[in-house]
């Protein structure tokens, strides 16, 4: 038995590939351990949408290539989206890796260990990435047992300017309502309580299969009348794709829960035609009204990109102003970096990189206010909660989730009193609210009768 040790990068998507990866080796008589120190073999899943993203996941690999010092037999094998993108160019400057893996390679990851030879290295990527999971393949969730993601595409066919993940994963890719069926079946056996949708765009689901009959609202209809599963969340939906029927779904159905993470960009017309989004503000501005119409305590995420090539002060003010009227719950803002690569990288009108600091930091002092006011509307109320565990702050705390929380990505409510376990979905009425997360105690049974 061989020991692995295994880090992965990235978003949620990436996740699912890594606990595809861990069940496989599994199976295969590998035994995962938690330090690198102890492994025979390491193993990098690794991120490469933004050049930050690269950045950390090259530190990380030269930090695996430090224990390789001491044992020339430790294998380090790094796969995902980084290799895809640079493969040979990975190869050629990481000599400390021995097996490069890209995004359809990865599921033969057992073959490439045993076929791997002392002192030789391996390269494999694919031209165009055409693998798509099926509930068929094993896998090993890694996040706790009352939570999972469900992948329900490959690919993507809105080719933004500024993105290079049409070209990383390749064309959408839908999975079957019957086999993602099948898979959450098995995760609700196993425990699950909550489980996340995730694709590079939810609405876009189906598009590929052309029946007229594949697609979001049909296949969460579809869960939830085949599982017991209590959450179902969305992320990553396209703005001008969120159709009504959906919004009527959610309002009808309580089990899927009152979320929604639609990356906006940015919302001035001028910016996001260059950066080939299918939308403007009038389409973001009626979005927003008919999501609170149908589902008004909707919490709503979005992405916003400051310094896009060509953005200027006024578009700004447009950005700010719309943040201003529509109060969203949760934003995530960065700032423009050019991917080689991208067709944005070729654009002029550069904004500087002190420009873009500034405007980075005046949405963020805006989202922090608007964060603030926001969450006052949780005090004294009582709000279900999906217990996580012992509070990573402290531990004289429990720390969970309302439905208006997304796992590892928004903040989290804080326990003060209570017996409760892991994975139960309790009562928990919110005593105090700041910028990110709620504070509350459990309501004992008796005093909900």
């Not at 529509?326 to 934003?331: E, G, N, Y």
Request: with cysteine.
């Amino acid at each position: 038995m061989k020991n692995i040790h295994i880090v992965s990068l990235g978003c949620p998507k990436n996740l699912v590939d890594t606990e595809v990866m861990l069940a496989l080796l599994e199976n295969a008589g590998y035994q995962v351990v938690e330090e690198p120190e102890q492994a025979d073999i390491l193993l990098v899943n690794t991120c490469g949408f933004i050049q930050p993203a690269v950045e950390e996941a090259v530190d990380e690999i030269l930090r695996l290539a430090e224990y390789k010092q001491n044992n020339e037999e430790v294998v380090l094998v790094v796969t995902g989206c980084m290799v895809q993108r640079y493969g040979a160019q990975l190869a050629e400057e990481l000599p400390e890796v021995d097996i490069f893996l890209g995004v359809d390679e990865f599921p033969q990851i057992v073959n490439f260990l045993e076929n791997k030879r002392q002192g030789e290295s391996m390269l494999a990527v694919g031209d165009e990435s055409l693998y798509l999971m099926d509930a068929s393949v094993p896998r090993k969730i890694s996040t706790p047992f009352f939570r999972a993601y469900l992948k329900i595409t490959e690919g993507c066919d809105n080719h933004c300017t500024y993105c290079m993940i049409p070209s990383i994963r390749g064309r959408l890719r839908s999975r079957t309502i019957e086999d993602l069926t099948a898979e959450a079946q098995l995760l609700d056996s196993k425990g699950v309580k909550e489980l996340t949708l995730i694709a590079q765009d939810l609405t876009a689901y189906g598009d590929d299969l052309k029946d007229g009959e594949t697609n979001l609202v049909s296949l969460l209809q579809t869960l939830v009348n085949k599982t017991q599963i209590l959450w179902f969340r969305l992320l990553y939906l396209y703005p001008s794709s969120v159709d009504t029927s959906l919004l009527q779904l959610m309002a009808a159905q309580p089990r899927i829960v009152p979320y929604l993470d639609i990356p906006f960009q940015h919302v001035s017309d001028r910016v996001l035609k260059r950066m080939n989004r299918r939308y403007g503000l009038a389409t973001l501005d009626d979005l927003v009204s008919r999501i609170r119409s149908f589902v008004p305590e909707c919490a709503l995420r979005t992405t916003i990109m400051v310094g896009f090539p060509g953005e200027t002060e006024e578009d700004v003010d447009i950005l700010t102003q719309a943040l201003q009227k529509w109060q969203l719950d949760h934003v995530g803002v960065f700032q423009y970096q050019d991917e080689e690569g991208s067709i944005a990288a070729n654009f002029a009108d550069k904004v500087q990189e002190e420009e873009k600091a500034k405007r980075y930091a005046q949405v963020m002092s805006l989202q922090a206010t608007i964060n603030k006011e926001r969450q006052q509307r949780f005090v004294d109320k009582i709000e279900p909660v999906l217990i996580e565990g012992v509070s990573r702050e402290s531990d004289l705390l429990l720390e969970g989730r309302t439905r208006f929380q997304a796992p590892d990505i928004d903040g989290c409510v804080y326990i003060t009193s209570g017996q409760v376990n892991p994975g139960d979905i309790v009562p928990v009425r919110i005593s105090e609210a700041h910028i990110y997360d709620l504070v509350g105690e459990v309501v004992p049974v008796k005093s909900m009768e």
